[in-house]
C-alpha cells in the first residue's frame, strides 16, 4: 500500500504528523542546499527505525545540527559530536552523527567544484535508482539503497512519491521535479 492509500487509515495524532509531511514536503523540489543536507540527514537516521520517529524528532535534529548549516556541522569538533551522542532529542548513533559531519564536509567540496549540492544532483541527472545508490556511496557516507532511494523521492529526483491519483502529485507537477526531465 503506498504513503498516499496508508495515511488516511491511521489515528490521530499520526495521521497529521504524517499527512503534513506527505501533503507539502515528500516529494517536492528542494533548492537550498541546507535544506537538502537536512533531508539527507533525516533520511540517514530513519534507516533501522520508522520514519514517524524522525517525524517527531525533525525539530530536534533541526536544533541540534545548527538547522542543517553545512558549514557550521563540517567544522564540529569532538565536543559536539559528544553533544551530538548525549542529545536525547535526536538520533544517538555515532555511525550516523559521523556520516553528517563528513557529509557536510563532503558538500562543502561539491558546493566549491559544482557551485552547490543541488547543482551536484542536476549535474547527474538523469540515473537509474541503481546509478544513484552507486554514485551515492563513493561520495558519501551512511547512504544505502533505501536511504538514496527515499531522499531522492523525496526531493523530486526520482518518480513514486505519490500515485498518480493522489491530489498532492498534480502539486508536485507544478513544481516540475527532476523525474519530468527522465
Known sequence: MSYCNYIPLMKEPRRSLHQRYHD??????????????????????????SWETILKKEESFRKAYDNFDIKKIAAYTE????????????????????????????????QK?????????????????EEWVKLFKKTFRFTGGEIVNEFLMSIGYLRGAHDENCPVHQDILQQKPMWLTD
Not at 551522542?85 to 561539491?110: F, P, S
Open 24 to 49: 507539502k514536503y515528500y516529494g517536492f523540489p528542494i533548492h537550498d542546499d541546507n535544506e537538502l543536507f537536512g533531508r539527507l540527514i533525516l533520511e540517514i537516521n530513519q534507516a533501522g527505525l
Open 79 to 110: 565536543q559536539d559530536r559528544e553533544r551530538l551522542l548525549n542529545d536525547a532529542g535526536i538520533i544517538r548513533n555515532r555511525l550516523k552523527i559521523n556520516a553528517a559531519i563528513e557529509n557536510a564536509k563532503t558538500i562543502l567540496q561539491l
Open 113 to 129: 567544484d559544482y557551485g552547490s549540492f543541488q547543482k551536484w544532483l542536476e549535474q547527474h541527472h538523469p540515473k537509474t535508482k
